[in-house]
């Protein structure tokens, strides 16, 4: 090994100053580019191993959304969607209903309560789709039953009124019915 390095040194120095220039920056510039020849190879084969994961992961998504849609078409998705709609608008109109049989529940009673107060006669109540009263009692007792009903309930539609003379008393048939019911207790 010793005389491989005095012949590159004899080698060396039969060269004149340009040479040596030229050949120490090659020298340089090949020990220099070695590590990031060195990189550049890792990069490289990062690089494809990223751009295979890259396809493996579009097919993989591929597949999936294959499958998603054939679950979606067996099952019938937008027909289940629209089912529970269909499902929860009746829930709505029932909790609607539930609560106006509730309030006209309430109403019918506070009707008895007024009647009573009153002491009306004869006093029928009936309900469907509006409410029916029918009574007697004396003038006083009839208006005031009347003007009772007016102020408690505040949106209160009377769709057919009736009242007329007997021989002691009046006698009153009313249909109302209550728009908004807000009850004041």
């Known amino acids: 090994m010793v005389g491989f390095l005095e012949l590159l040194e004899m080698w ?32 490289e084969s990062s690089w494809y191993y990223q751009k295979t994961q890259s396809k493996e992961l579009q097919s993989y998504l591929s597949q999936l959304q ?15 969607e629209q089912t529970i709609a269909d499902l929860e608008a009746t829930l709505s109109a029932q909790e609607k209903q539930k609560f106006l049989i509730q309030t006209n529940s309430s109403v019918i ?11 009306l006669e004869r006093f029928i109540l009936a309900q469907e789709k509006q ?25 209160l ?16 048939i009313m249909q109302i019915e209550l728009l908004d019911v807000k009850e004041e207790f």
């Not at 294959?66 to 289940?80: A, C, D, M, P, R």
């Not at 409410?131 to 949106?155: D, H, P, Q, R």
């Not at 057919?160 to 009046?170: E, G, R, T, V």
Request: aromatic share 20%; proline share 2%.
């Open 12 to 43: 060396i120095k039969q060269r004149t100053l340009r040479e040596r220039i030229l050949l120490f920056c090659f020298c340089f510039f090949a020990f220099a580019m070695l590590p990031l020849w060195g990189l550049l190879q890792r990069a």
């Open 66 to 80: 294959k499958e998603f849609l054939k679950v979606v078409e067996e099952n019938n998705i937008h027909q289940l």
């Open 109 to 119: 009673t506070q009707f008895k309560l007024f009647a009573q107060e009153f002491a």
């Open 131 to 155: 409410i029916f009263l029918e009574g007697s009692g004396t003038f006083k007792n009839v208006f005031g039953f009347l003007f009772k009903m007016e102020s408690f309930f505040k949106a």
């Open 157 to 172: 539609k009377i769709i057919d009124f009736s009242i007329y003379p007997n021989a002691n008393n009046l006698d009153f």
